[in-house]
Structure formats: C-alpha cells, structure tokens
C-alpha cells in the first residue's frame, strides 16, 4: 500500500489537513507551535484508491533541546518511508527560514513531493506569495483550506495520479494475506457485542467484503494500520440491528466450518461463568484443526477477580492452553480491543513463522541432556526439520514409529517451544518418520 507523508513546519495546518483526509478528528490540532508530538497514521480510502497517510511532527532547524530534536528526528525517519511527500507551508505566512529547511531535506531525500499552499482562502495574499513558493524548487503544487476544506478534492486527485490506481478489488487481494480471524464461543458470551465494539472502535475502519448473499460475510478491519478480515460475521452484524438468535446459528457444525476458514481464532468466554466443556472442546478442535488461538475473556467488566488470577485459574482448569494467550475484555465498556489485537498480531505471526535449521539441529544435539527419557529407550531421534508454515510443521526423523507416542510428541512440541521458538498462541504439527 503507497504510504504518503505530511511534511512541513509547525502550524501550517499539518494536522488539520490530516483530519480533512482521514475524514475523522483524529490528530490534535491547535493554534500553537508543536502540539502534535509525534507521527500519526491513518488510511485514506479515495474514490476506491486505498493508502495510508502520516502526519509528522512540526520540524524545528534550531532544535536546541533533546525533545525537539528526537521529535525532528522521527519526522524525518517517516519521510523516509514516503512514496509520496505532501509539503504543507502557509499560504499567508510566506517562506521562514523553517520552510527552507524541510525543503531542503526533502530535496536531498529525493522524494516525490506535491507542494501544499496552505490557508489559501484569499487567493490575492497567495498569489503575491507564490512566486517565492515555487523557488522552493518543487513545481508541482496546489494551493488549498484545509480548515474550509477548498481544493481538497483536487490534491486527492493529484495523490491517486502520483501513486496509482489501487481499486476495491486489488484491496482485497491484498488482504487475502493478512490474517482471517474467526470469533466464536457459545450463545451469548457477547461475540456479537465484542465485534461491533471493535467496529465502533476509533482507531478502526471497516469495509464490508461482499459475500455471495446480499449480507457482508467477510469484514476487512483496518486496526491502527493493519489489516484482518474477519470472516463470517453476517450473523454477527445482523444481531446486533434485530437481537435475532436462531438455533442454527450455533450449531457444531457451523463452528465448525467458521474455524476450518480462519487462521487466527478467538474463543470469546463469559467471565461470569469461566470456562465450560463446551469451550474446552471449541478451544480443542480449533488446534486440532492447526488454528491460532486467542481466548478472549469477555464481560469482564462484571468479575472482580484480578487478570492474573483469573488467567491462573484458566490454565489451571485447562492445562492444554498454556501456549495460548488470555485476553480480557468488555465489549460494553470497550474495554482490551487493543490488547485483543496485540494478541492477535503475536498469535498470528507465530503461525506464520519459520525457524531456523540450526536451531532445531542444536535442539536434536542437546536431547540426550534436556531430556534423557526420551533418547536413552528404544527410541532414536535422528532430525527435526521445519517443513511448513499455517501453522509451523515439523517432520521428526525416528528409527522406529512404533515408538512414538502421545507423551513423545508432546515431550518433542515443549522442547521447541522452551529451546528454539515459543510460538505462543500458534499450535504445532510434528509428524514421525522412519530413516530409510
Ligand atoms: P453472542 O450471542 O455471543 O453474540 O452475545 P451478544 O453479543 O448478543 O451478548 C449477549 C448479552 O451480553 C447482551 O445482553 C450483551 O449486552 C451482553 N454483553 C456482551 N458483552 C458484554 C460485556 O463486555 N459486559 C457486559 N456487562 N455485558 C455484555
């Protein structure tokens, strides 16, 4: 996705034109010299181009103490990630000496940049002052309000001719790589409540991917600049207009098949009634089915228990969690969505991973220490080799299966986790050979 970046000095309406793009009051803006301390990020999605736009903070030349000089130079490590620079200066202000300093910078950086005459409501002060403007040495500009929102559209336009067309359809594509992430649980948990909670979320944005059906299935999220689809949600999303609950909805079989599209699933429990069988088994046939696993603790807001008690208690009531994060949150107080989605990020990016050959064959070098048991029997354990991903596949190299049992594995799956990667919330595949 094309990254375009504001750049400018401070109060030319930086932030500004960032929340005119964003469509949201997201950055903080006021008339006074560096209140944005930091980059903001948000995606613009224009006339079916999507990209994620950043604002900087205002860049001093003379910037004498510490603070001012990291703030500069975390605005220029985000130009550096520019496709595209937008560089804001004030139309009735003129050139100041802090203009010719960005322009500079950018002019070494070498980056697209489109010049952005700011405050231009009255267009005679611009025009006196353009001249001066455009010895800056950018000649593509154009002059705007960002507060009256004049000429918005037009340097909209001008984005999409730098970076391209990038249609609802390639989005898509796109996202078929980010994570698809399933919520589940037992009637009236609050999954419903939790995913409209996550939509009502200001830091994010929701297209609806339309399914076969007239309903969205699929929801393309967009969490603080990420992607995740979340599939199956059409019963979500209608419950949440009409409280609709229908015995179907719930069946196995429908988990089931929620489960089998995804990759990362949240198991959503009441905190009020802790974790049932019914949840244990859900919690079971998504790892038997190679899915990441968050479980997500909701209603929270009801328990006194402290987190930490309360995750003791999860993994003591079932031990075969213990790879796998405990999230808490209230979908009515909006409460954890963030935390949910760090969990999520950690969960998936251990389903996705690969680690390296020489870490396993260290692993397969030390078992006669770490774990004589296994090694000094009948059993011989020649190589451990990762051969997949979605999740993390691994073929145990033995002299003879018949060894190999439910313990052994389990044994073979601890010691990857404490010696070579945790790949906490992901589960693993170990799968015994014989050498030929
Ligand atoms: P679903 O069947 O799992 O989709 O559950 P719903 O989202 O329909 O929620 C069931 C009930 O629990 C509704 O009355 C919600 O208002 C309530 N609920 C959901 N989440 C929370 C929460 O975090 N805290 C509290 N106190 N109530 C919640």
Redesign the pocket.
């Known amino acids: 996705m094309a990254v375009v970046v504001i750049a400018g000095r401070t109060n030319v309406g930086k932030s500004t034109l960032f929340n005119r793009l964003i469509g949201k009051r997201k950055a903080i803006t006021e008339d006074a010299e560096g209140v944005t301390r930091d980059s903001l990020k948000g995606l613009v999605d224009y006339d079916g181009t999507v990209f994620e736009l950043y604002d900087t903070c205002g860049v001093f030349s003379d910037a004498e103490d510490e603070m001012l000089s990291s703030m500069r130079n975390r605005a220029f490590k985000t130009y550096e990630k520019a496709d595209l620079i937008l560089f804001v200066v004030d139309g009735r202000a003129g050139i100041t000496a802090e203009d010719e300093y960005v322009a500079e910078k950018l002019r070494k950086l070498g980056k697209k940049v489109i010049l952005v005459i700011n405050k231009s409501e009255n267009p005679k002060v611009v025009e006196a002052n353009l001249g001066e403007f455009l010895k800056l040495g950018f000649t593509d500009y154009v002059i705007i309000s960002a507060q009256h929102g004049i000429n918005v559209d037009v340097l909209l336009d001008k984005i999409v001719q730098y970076i391209g067309k990038q249609p609802f359809e390639e989005k898509i594509q796109q996202n078929l790589e980010c994570p698809k992430i399933a919520i589940v649980?037992?009637?009236?948990?609050?999954?419903?409540?939790?995913f409209n909670a996550i939509l009502k979320d200001d830091r994010a944005t929701v297209t609806s991917i339309p399914g076969t059906t007239r309903d969205p299935v699929d929801e393309l999220v967009n969490f603080e600049g990420k992607s995740y689809v979340f599939i199956d949600t059409a019963g979500?999303r209608r419950?949440s207009r009409i409280?609709y609950?229908s015995l179907e909805h719930y069946s196995v079989a429908r988990t089931i098949d929620v489960i089998e599209g995804a990759d990362v699933v949240l198991l959503?429990i009441d905190a009020t009634e802790g974790v049932t069988r019914q949840d244990k088994r859900i919690a079971g046939l998504a790892i038997r089915r190679g899915k990441a696993l968050v479980i997500v603790i909701?209603?929270?807001?009801?328990v006194k228990v402290s987190q930490e008690e309360y995750r003791n208690w999860v993994y003591a009531e079932a031990p075969f969690l213990d790879s796998y994060d405990v999230v808490f949150?209230?979908?009515?107080?909006y409460y954890g969505i963030k935390e949910l989605f760090k969990a999520i990020d950690e969960a998936y990016s251990s389903y996705c991973r690969t680690v390296s050959k020489a870490a396993l064959n260290k692993l397969v070098s030390q078992l006669p220490i770490l774990s004589p048991n296994l090694v000094f029997g009948e059993l011989k354990i020649f190589s451990i080799e990762q051969v997949g991903t979605k999740p993390p596949k691994f073929t145990v190299v033995v002299n003879k299966k018949e060894h190999v049992n439910q313990q052994v594995s389990k044994t073979i799956e601890n010691l990857i986790r404490d010696r070579v990667d945790e790949f906490r919330g992901s589960p693993l595949i170990l799968t015994f050979k014989e050498r030929r």
């Open positions: 649980g037992k009637p009236n948990v609050g999954k419903s409540s939790l979500l419950k409280e609950k959503v909701n209603k929270c807001d009801l949150t209230s979908a009515v107080k």
